[in-house]
């Protein structure tokens, strides 16, 4: 990859459905060229896909993240855990005072009521924290 294609998915990241001719002004090259780019990027799997991200009141269900701490000697340790909950989404290892950050989407507050009582029960599990995601204003897809 180089500047252009770099500049290519900046542009497509802030906009992916803007026009080849707007792109094309912004990075600098013929329409043809960044058409092409972008189909090599494609077929190169550099651009996955494209997808719609709905505002969070415009979703169903319910998102939160768990800050958890754990008396595991490493975080891999308690990690199967995580594993067997369906609705979880990521699952990373922190700094500071909790050791992981658990992203969970569910249908409902009560089903996130349960996973939290099923997490909180763990032998392994000494504190945990819920953060109900209320809102969303940034999301570049990662």
Same mark, same amino acid.
């Given at each position: 990859?180089?500047?252009?294609?770099?500049?290519?998915?900046?542009?497509?990241?802030?906009?992916?459905?803007?026009?080849?001719?707007?792109?094309?002004?912004?990075?600098?090259?013929?329409?043809?060229?960044?058409?092409?780019?972008?189909?090599?990027?494609?077929?190169?799997?550099? +651009?996955? &896909?494209?997808?719609? %991200?709905?505002?969070?009141?415009?979703? *169903?269900?319910? #998102?939160?993240?768990? =800050? /958890?701490?754990?008396?595991?000697?490493?975080?891999?340790?308690?990690?199967?855990?995580?594993?067997?909950?369906?609705?979880?989404?990521?699952?990373?290892? +922190?700094? &500071?005072?909790?050791? %992981?950050?658990?992203?969970?989407?569910? *249908?409902?507050? #009560?089903?996130?009521? =349960? /996973?939290?009582?099923?997490?909180?029960?763990?032998?392994?599990?000494?504190?945990?924290?819920?953060?109900?995601?209320?809102?969303?204003?940034?999301?570049?897809?990662?």
């Amino acid at each position: 990859m180089d500047k252009f294609d770099k500049a290519i998915i900046n542009e497509l990241r802030k906009n992916a459905r803007q026009s080849i001719s707007h792109i094309s002004e912004v990075v600098n090259l013929s329409r043809s060229s960044v058409s092409e780019r972008i189909k090599k990027l494609e077929k190169t799997d550099v +651009i996955k &896909g494209y997808q719609v %991200l709905l505002s969070e009141s415009q979703k *169903e269900g319910v #998102s939160v993240y768990f =800050e /958890i701490k754990h008396k595991c000697a490493r975080c891999s340790d308690v990690i199967p855990l995580f594993q067997d909950i369906p609705e979880v989404v990521t699952c990373r290892g +922190i700094t &500071g005072e909790m050791d %992981l950050v658990v992203f969970v989407k569910a *249908e409902t507050m #009560s089903r996130i009521h =349960e /996973i939290r009582e099923y997490i909180d029960m763990q032998m392994d599990i000494e504190k945990i924290r819920t953060n109900v995601v209320m809102s969303e204003w940034i999301n570049n897809g990662g």
